[in-house]
């Protein structure tokens, strides 16, 4: 990218939300950049990343958030201005570091960008982050479009340095990935002078009075903020003089109100406070606005953060009589993502006015076709995944053995192993790593009984990420499992990132790798390693550890991801089905290549009632070749 | 049937992962901001390296910012890059007057794939996007864009189909401009060339 790069100021862009808060880092002058990848927040880091060598940033892709985070305070502390971005559940790995960095401050401004994802789009859960801007008294900003995530990046760096602390931009997924028109800024300039002073006191809470002292200067710090907060230019009333309800909102509710409002015709009714500070509150401006109704409806994603707060200053006031709606009212769901639809429904609901969005009779007829013509999609492993090869050969290996096996796992593409792409391997998932942890207890039950084999899955990055400590601790607690590196050389569900085992870094430029191999070797551990598209080889070698040892194991299933493949134009093999062997319907094989592998790439011909490569989607990996029982599937070395 | 003046302008893209979804949706929003509009795209794709569906929301307006999202019932235009997914869109966020433009060119979900559902025959996907629709046009780009060399180039192809539609300010010249931002040398002319193919797509012809 590219559009955020080094642009004309004054110029206007159509980012997309992530791209402009990397736009803000760069007016902001930020020196340093440190990030894991995780959707919805992946494209702030990558957008450095293509710029860092142009205006002379450090920019990495770190091993996990924390250590992300702690790069970044490392070079606030030297006086560079840092940003780490982050999704949700990102955030919680960082969380350790960041209720430590809270109190002891930073210097240089340090600014946290956390990308929640409502309705959990591409996530295992859809937290509210907001709550640990509360939990951590951490200044809170929540931008509601990328215009406005551009210029409150920037000034959060501002008033980051301003108290001394880190603060948190709070983005949505709404907000990260779409695009606006973003008039772009002067770049700001990188202080190069970087130096830690030794003669500061310390950045820790066990000296200077211990950390109640610190928690109290830190409550100082958010008054201050708060009164900053009372006449911030990202928060605005916009309505009449004298409304009948009151929307207060946040983020992305912002234009979902304004449109709700214009389209239910109440715009002489309704007035909107549009908040982008939302911890502390800005509790002057609240009150002001408050005092104009007597009814005030919420509007946010995900939590009733907001709603709980203002009912919380509303208690402070006792003289005022108000009535709130939202979440806790049950007017708005609390889960799942909103839109204007949402809103349109809760206010028409408040108001006493109709609202349909679309005649009864039509809304009947499209979920009828719905249900009936628009067959769901689900997410599967793409043409050629060598994860597809591996958890065949763990269910063959697996059935084989014949103890009742299992594998644990965790996030990555290969979490959809617990659906019908992965055979439904794939028994329990979590958190970065937590595969490996499931599987330090059910490798210590053998004095229960237990005998079933264990295997737990990770991917290369994840490995690094939350792994090893995990893989150490199975190592001297001696826990009976098999560790599966799923090493598919890059971070490929969020687009390539490269992590410490790669030769490159975030910029491109060489890096020394970390190979997993020789990591394990050198821990003691006895490693195979297998190629996922030979099933054969690998089921075999499987059940020959599966037959093993006592303690851990490592097996790394090494294949570049298909989509690297696939973008790189050469096939393996050319791959058809010979007509004449497939004998379609009539094989006792019950269409098992589609039906059972189900690889995209082959598809059940409705009218010959035969199997066929689709050619636009096949990268040719022939894995398939194997798997038919009937042999109808040749693969030839492509020229 | 025209949507000239409409504003806000509500499009859709709606198509599976890997499809270029995004990379239409931009040359498109960028084409207006160039003509002056307030632009906002809304993307949903965070299956989109596994097969799942891919939907960006192209708002434009004359004089507001609208939100990333299209209301159900406000989408004017469904461009499709599979019909399966343009009937999807259609169901939800369509009405009685949204315009469909659609690839006719079927990619199977795995449910399909596997047996637990039958995808549905064209005739039924063209019968079920007549009763939800205004005005329905249907073109096979994923033949002309393999016919041009590549597969890929079907999300252009269709970005030519909807420009020479005329039911939009778009003018074809705006989206040359794009291109050629976009794309160099060789590229540029591949992309192009599928662009023109769309724009000159003849419906009077029938379909390969």
Known sequence: MTAAALKEPGTKQLLMGNEAIARGAMEAGAGVAAAYPGNPSTEVIDTLASVANDLNMYVEWSVNEKVALEVAAGASYAGVRSITAMKQLGLNVALDFLANVNLTGVKAGLVLVVCDDPSALSSTNEQDSRNVARALDLPLLEPSDPQEAKEMTKWAFELSEQIGGVCLVRSVTR????????????????????????????????????????????????????????????????????????????????????????????????????????????RVLLKDNMAKVQKVLVVEEVDPFLEGNLKGLAFEWPEKDLLFYGKQSGHIDPFGEINTDIVSKALAGICGVEYVSREADYRKKAADIIERFAPPRETQFCAGCPHRGLFWAVKDALRLDGRGGIVTGDIGCYGSAAGPTGFSQLKTMHSMGSGIGVANGLGKLERFQFVQPVLAACGDSTFFHAAIPALVNAIHSRANFILLVLDNSGTAMTGFQPHPGTLTDATGSPAPAVDIASLCRGLGLPVEVVDPYDIKGTTEKLLSVLGGTVGPTVMISKRECALITSKGGKRAYNVSVTSEQCVGESCGCDRFCTRVFRCPGLIWERNSKKAEIDMAICIGCGVCADVCPHHAIRREESQ | MSLRGKDPLNLIIAGVGGQGNVLISRLIGQAMVSEGYEATIGETFGASQRGGSVTSHLRVSRDHKYGPLIPEGNADIILGLEPVEALRQLALCGSPATCVVTNTRPIHPMCVAIGQAEYPEPETIKESIGRLSGKAWYVNASQIALDLGAALLTNIVMVGVLAGLGLTDLRPDMFEQQLETMFQNEKLALNMRAFRAGLTYDFGKPEK
């Open chain 1, 175 to 282: 907000i990260s990935h779409s695009r606006g028109i973003v008039v772009l800024g002067e770049l700001g300039k990188i202080n190069d002078r970087a130096f830690f002073d030794p003669g500061c006191p310390p950045y820790t809470t066990i000296v200077g009075g211990g950390a109640p002292k610190y928690h109290k200067a830190l409550h100082d710090k958010l008054d201050t903020v708060a009164a900053i907060y009372d006449s911030s230019r990202f928060n605005w009333y916009e309505g009449p003089e004298k409304p009948r309800l009151l929307i207060v909102t946040s983020g992305s509710g912002w234009l979902y109100s304004w449109e709700a409002v214009r389209r239910l015709s109440l715009t002489e009714s309704v007035g909107i406070l549009k908040l982008g500070t939302t911890w502390p509150l800005p």
